[in-house]
C-alpha cells in the first residue's frame, strides 16, 4: 500500500498541481463514504414479535443475534410481552396493519385474521427461503386457511393431566382414569381442603366439551365453528360443573393458580403438554413425585371428546415489505440446528424434522413433553382437529361469566344455560 507522503512525492513527480491533489484527497474520501453508505443501505430491517416467560425472550433473543452473525444484511428489531394482554395488543396491530414482519401467533389466529387466507403472506410463495420439506401435509394442514399457508406450527399441543404422586399415596388413591375416578379422589381431600384438579378458563371449557361428548356422542361445535349444543345440553353441562366444583373435583377456576398446586392444595392439574416444564418438571426438581394420567373417560364413551392442535405458530406479515428476509428469519426460527438446542422444548417437541434432529443428542427422549408428546402421537386417532372458535376469547369469557351467574345463584341453570348459548352464538355470527 502506498504511503501518504510516498503518494505526494509520486504526483509532484507527476507534476499534478496542489489542487488536483485536493480533488484526488477529496474523490477517495467521498468513495470511501459512499462505500460505508451502500452497506448500511443494504441493510434490512425487520421486526420480529412473540410472547412468553423470561427464559424465552432471553433464548430466542440469543437465536436472533446468532441470526443476524449468518445473515449481517439483515438486522432484526424485537417486539415482546408476556401473554396478559398480548392478544389485545396483536389485535390493535393487525387491525392498524403495524404488526411484525415475522410474528408468533396462537392457532386460532390463522381463522380470526385471514378467514380468505389473505391475512398472513403464503409461505408456500416463500420455499425457497422456508424448508416445508421438514413438515408433513398434515402438519402444514394446520396452518392453512382457505387453501393457503399462512403458518407453521412450532410444535403440536394437547391437553395432558399431572398428579402429585405423592398425595395420591397419602390418601390411598390411583391415578384417576375415568371422572367417577375423580370423584373418589375429591371425596378423600375435600375434608382437609384441597381440590382434586386445578384449571385455568380455556381447560374448563374445553374439560367441558370433553365431557358433553362423551356422554352424548354429539358434537359441541359443528366443524364450520357453529354451535352444535341446545340450551338442554347446555343446561345440562353447567349442572354437571357445578357438581364438580362442590365436590372439590375442581377448584374455582378463578382461585386457582399455579403455587397451590406446588403447595399441595391441588392434588392435579390439567395443563399443555407444553407446559409440562411448569407443572411437572418443576415439582419433580422439588423432590414431589409427579405421575400422568390418562384422559378421564366415561365408560362405553365412543368418542374422547379431545383436541389436538399446534402449541404455537410463526406466520409472516402480509404487509411485510421484506418478505424475503422475513422468510429466512420464520425459517431459522423453525429449522435451525443452533435455534433448535437453544430453544429445546420450551414451547413443545418440535414438529420440524430438522429441529427433531438437532436434539437427538439433547435427552430429547429422556424429558417429559417428549413422552407425552409421544402418548398424543400413539392414540392420535381418539383426537380431533382443535376448532378455532374453541380458543377464541370472547366465547371463553361468554361462557365463564355466563356459568358464574349458574354458580354464585344470580340465576338459574336453564337462565344461564338461555344466556350462552345466545351470546356464543351471536360471537360467531359477529353480532
Request: net charge negative; proline share 3%; aromatic share 10%.
Amino acid at each position: 500500500m502506498i504511503k501518504g507522503k510516498s503518494l505526494l512525492l509520486i504526483l509532484l513527480a507527476l507534476g499534478l498541481t496542489v489542487a488536483s491533489m485536493v480533488v484526488i484527497f477529496l474523490l477517495s474520501r467521498r468513495a470511501k463514504m459512499d462505500e460505508q453508505l451502500t452497506t448500511k443501505e443494504r441493510e434490512t430491517e425487520i421486526t420480529l414479535s412473540w410472547w412468553g416467560n423470561d427464559g424465552r425472550h432471553k433464548y430466542t433473543m440469543e437465536g436472533v443475534d446468532l441470526f443476524q452473525e449468518k445473515n449481517p444484511d439483515i438486522k432484526v428489531d424485537y417486539r415482546y410481552g408476556v401473554w396478559s394482554g398480548y392478544e389485545k395488543r396483536n389485535k390493535v396491530w393487525m387491525e392498524s396493519h403495524t404488526e411484525a414482519d415475522v410474528m408468533q401467533i396462537n392457532f386460532a389466529w390463522v381463522k380470526e385474521y385471514s378467514p380468505d387466507g389473505q391475512g398472513f403472506y403464503d409461505l408456500r410463495e416463500l420455499s425457497d427461503y422456508i424448508d416445508l420439506s421438514n413438515y408433513t401435509e398434515e402438519e402444514l394442514s394446520y396452518g392453512e386457511s382457505n387453501g393457503v399457508l399462512n403458518a407453521l406450527p412450532i410444535a403440536m399441543n394437547t391437553h395432558t393431566f399431572y398428579y402429585n404422586q405423592d398425595l395420591l399415596d397419602q390418601y390411598g388413591c390411583k391415578v384417576p382414569e375415568t371422572w367417577d375416578d375423580l370423584f373418589t379422589l375429591a371425596g378423600k381431600v375435600k375434608a382437609d381442603g384441597k381440590y382434586a384438579l386445578g384449571i385455568s378458563k380455556k381447560q374448563l371449557f374445553l374439560l367441558m366439551i370433553a365431557w358433553h361428548e362423551q356422554t352424548t356422542d354429539s358434537k359441541f361445535f359443528k366443524e364450520d365453528g357453529t354451535l352444535n349444543v341446545n340450551e338442554s345440553d347446555m343446561q345440562k353441562i353447567l349442572e354437571y360443573y357445578k357438581k364438580m366444583i362442590d365436590a372439590h373435583v375442581l377448584c374455582p377456576v378463578d382461585s386457582f393458580d399455579r403455587s397451590k398446586y406446588s403447595a399441595g392444595e391441588i392434588v392435579g392439574v390439567m395443563c399443555w403438554i407444553s407446559d409440562t416444564k411448569i407443572y411437572c418438571d418443576g415439582m419433580a426438581e422439588t423432590g414431589v413425585n409427579v405421575s400422568r394420567g390418562p384422559y378421564p373417560k366415561v365408560s362405553g364413551a365412543k368418542d374422547s371428546g379431545w383436541y389436538v392442535k399446534p402449541a404455537t405458530m410463526w406466520a409472516i406479515s402480509a404487509n411485510t415489505p421484506h418478505p424475503e428476509e422475513a422468510a429466512k428469519l420464520l425459517n431459522y426460527l423453525v429449522n435451525d440446528p443452533e435455534m433448535a438446542v437453544l430453544q429445546k422444548t420450551e414451547k413443545g417437541v418440535p414438529v420440524s424434522d430438522a429441529a427433531i434432529q438437532a436434539l437427538s443428542g439433547e435427552g430429547l427422549k429422556e424429558s417429559n413433553e417428549y413422552k407425552a408428546s409421544q402418548e398424543m402421537t400413539e392414540h392420535q386417532e381418539e383426537y380431533h382437529k382443535m376448532i378455532p372458535i374453541m380458543e377464541n376469547e370472547p366465547v371463553l369469557d361468554a361462557f365463564k361469566s355466563g356459568a358464574d351467574e349458574y354458580l354464585y345463584n344470580k340465576q338459574s341453570s336453564a337462565e344461564a344455560a338461555k344466556a350462552i348459548c345466545r351470546d356464543i352464538r351471536a360471537l360467531i355470527a359477529g353480532d
